[in-house]
Structures are given as C-alpha cells and as structure tokens.
C-alpha cells in the first residue's frame, strides 16, 4: 500500500508463518494428499484504544483470525493458490473488518530446489487491490 494511504498509516498486526496441511493444487496428485501450507497474515489495525485502555476488545484477535483462516482454506480446498489468498483476504476483511490485509500463501518445498513457491495479495475494504 502506499505510504500516502490511511491504512499505511496505522498499525499493523501480523500472524507469521501460520503451517497446516490442506489439500490445494490443481494437479490429480496435488487432490490425493494433504501438503503442507504456510500462511503470512499482515493487517492494518487502530490499536491506539487498545494499547491506552488495555481492553482486549479494541485489540484485533490475532489467535480467531488464525483459526478462521485454518479452518476456511482446509474446507475449501482450492485448487489454485492464486484464488486462496484472494479469498482469505476478503474473509479477513469481511469477517473482522480489518481496512487493509497482506496474504502471502505460500507451499514449502513444492518446487525442487526452492524452500518455497507462493503469491502475495494486498486488498483494502474499498476494494482496491494491490499485487
């Protein structure tokens, strides 16, 4: 997002690294077995009232988010990794009104060679999408 952007402006909560296994790929081996997956969360977030009161309802709940996005990519099962991290991005946005949200999805070791192979989003809740 650029710098000039309110989103870029405030704060940002991050999940780092999130793995399961799920079934994604849209080759006939890829649909047989579960791989492991790896999920890079960064969202923009006003912790200002958070961080004075020490309310844990002003904070975003960084552990929900994680398990919402486990549990919707394992039950989706996309084929492309592409429409996943579209997909996760606008739940994040939908689900728990974050204003701007990075997904980087990423599959370890699915490519010889490589430690991983991925693609990253970014969306706001205007809608406006950033690659």
């Known amino acids: ?7 870029a402006s405030m704060d940002k909560v991050m999940v ?21 997956v790896s999920i890079d969360l960064e969202m ?10 020490e309310k844990l309802e002003y904070a975003l709940n960084y552990k929900a988010v994680a398990k919402r996005v486990q549990a919707f990519v ?5 084929e492309l990794v592409e429409t996943a991290a ?3 991005a606008d739940l994040v946005i939908r689900e728990f009104s974050v204003p701007w949200i990075r997904v980087t999805f990423t599959k370890p070791y699915a490519v010889t060679g490589s430690r991983a192979v991925g693609v990253r989003v970014e969306k706001s809740a205007a809608g406006q999408r950033h690659d």
């Open 1 to 7: 997002m650029n710098e000039g952007n309110a989103a």
């Open 16 to 36: 780092s690294d999130l793995r399961f296994k799920t079934i994604v790929g849209c080759w006939d081996w890829e649909r047989q077995l579960p791989q492991e």
């Open 44 to 53: 923009a977030w006003d912790m200002s009232r958070a961080a004075a009161t």
């Open 74 to 78: 394992q039950d989706a099962q996309f």
């Open 86 to 88: 579209h997909a996760i």
